[in-house]
């Protein structure tokens, strides 16, 4: 099966050897994203915020990939302060609330900017093979 990587267009990306996203065949696997946006955090101290642009980042990735947040089927949150899971839940429901796919929420230390509070990765399962849009 073909490989397909989708840049993540960070200075990261070369230095630590990653990519937004990659598909196989018909799974598609995104990288933790953050909100960030030209090198900028989005939503300084705002979970609800933040996770909603992640979320729109995720969405814009996989149609990118012939794909939508109807293939999702697996969501991972990380969090650097569990007691704002209301505000990532009530974003996450927004785009989730008919999919429902299987999901963790984790606190964690830290993240690599300290201004950020989510990162979320996702896993989508897609009809569309190898094509890309």
Known sequence: MRRINIPAGTIWEDVVGYSRAVKIGNV???SGTAAVNN???VGKGNAYEQTKFILEKIKRTLESL???MKDVIRTRIYVTDISKWEEIGKAH???FKDIKPATSMVEVKSLIDHEMIVEIEATALTDSGDEVN
């Open 39 to 41: 090198g900028q955090v």
């Open 66 to 68: 012939g794909s939508g």
């Open 28 to 30: 598609i696997e995104v």
């Open 93 to 95: 429901g927004e785009f």
